[in-house]
């Protein structure tokens, strides 16, 4: 193996298709981006250089900071739900006294298989205010609590975020599900027979063997909420108003429904830097944690 890893040859011939495929679809694209970001351009004539312009116009515009507060909300609520939610799932299908565990597992990936288009139609007949399934529980119930959940201005980010929270709840807990099979048994029964409760050998077994799992978990779920679209596309296309724009939604509207390609360029931009430095963040804060261990 030393051997092998010493050989620089074979490495660059292993890696090379890979970093070939890399730079042409997604390094190659971003060059070009940076490049046009500086350009005001439609995307059809000629382009006219114009330098920083479309950044000092990016940084000056409010729906800008509107669209980094939703993206930010997104990320929030899918580290601390979605992840949350996977963690506690994991554990009870780690408890052996759990009967149908195929089922189960089965059932929690269902909704990440189905496509988004599916997935949003459902929702929004959920979410309907005259006859939706959770207005109509709440009359059930005799609690006079309707909502028009999607065209609230306050209420229309938490309802979009929840439907991606119930899509992918299933992906981040086949990644920590995995991890924590991946923990030798000789660990967990060598704790139980010291008299640790499952409650402990959750919290302090299981959950410290996972950094790794839950540094790409947290990472997953923080950059797809910045760049959270589709849902608030199909769903609510960036409304009521602005309530439910990302930086996202922003470039591809610039970009592609009003003709500002230049200027939805450099919010792109910008939402690749933010991406980068949320990875980079979380990576220093994991690896921080590690070596106080």
Same mark, same amino acid.
């Given at each position: ?11 660059? /011939? ?5 970093? $070939? ?55 929030? $609520? ?24 195929? /089922? ?19 929702? %929004? ?8 399934? $959770? ?8 609690? %006079? ?16 975020? /929840? ?33 640790? %409760?499952?409650?402990?050998?959750? =919290? ?47 470039? /591809? ?25 949320? =990875?980079?963040?979380?990576?220093? $804060?994991?690896? %921080? ?5």
């Amino acid at each position: 193996m030393n051997k092998m890893l010493g050989n620089k040859k074979a490495i660059c /011939f292993f890696t090379l298709p890979t970093i $070939i495929v890399f730079t042409v679809f997604v390094f190659y694209p971003i060059l070009q981006t940076a490049y046009r970001s500086f350009f005001e351009w439609d995307g059809l004539n000629t382009a006219v250089f114009t330098g920083l312009a479309n950044y000092k116009e990016l940084f000056a515009d409010d729906l800008f900071y509107e669209s980094l507060k939703n993206g930010l909300i997104f990320a929030v $609520i899918l580290v601390t739900v979605q992840v949350g939610l996977a963690t506690l799932l994991t554990f009870a299908m780690m408890n052996h006294k759990i009967r149908g565990k195929r /089922f189960f597992k089965t059932a929690f990936f269902i909704p990440v298989v189905l496509s988004v288009t599916v997935v949003c139609q459902l929702w %929004s007949a959920i979410y309907n205010p005259e006859f939706g399934l $959770i207005n109509n529980i709440f009359e059930a119930l005799g609690i %006079s609590y309707r909502q028009d959940w999607l065209s609230n201005m306050n209420l229309a980010i938490f309802a979009v975020t /929840f439907v991606n929270v119930w899509q992918y709840t299933g992906y981040q807990f086949a990644i920590i599900y995995a991890g924590a099979k991946a923990i030798p048994e000789d660990y967990l029964e060598a704790a139980k027979i010291d008299g640790a %409760s499952d409650w402990k050998v959750n =919290t302090r077994i299981i959950l410290p063997l996972l950094k790794d799992t839950y540094r790409m978990c947290v990472v997953f779920a923080i950059t797809g909420g910045l760049n959270a679209f589709a849902h608030m596309n199909l769903l609510t296309k960036g409304g009521p108003g602005t309530s439910t724009y990302t930086l996202t939604y922003m470039t /591809f509207r610039n970009a592609f429904t009003i003709g500002e390609f230049g200027y939805g360029c450099a919010s792109a931009i910008i939402l690749v830097l933010q991406c980068l430095m949320a =990875t980079v963040i979380i990576n220093k $804060i994991f690896s %921080s944690r590690e070596d106080n261990l």
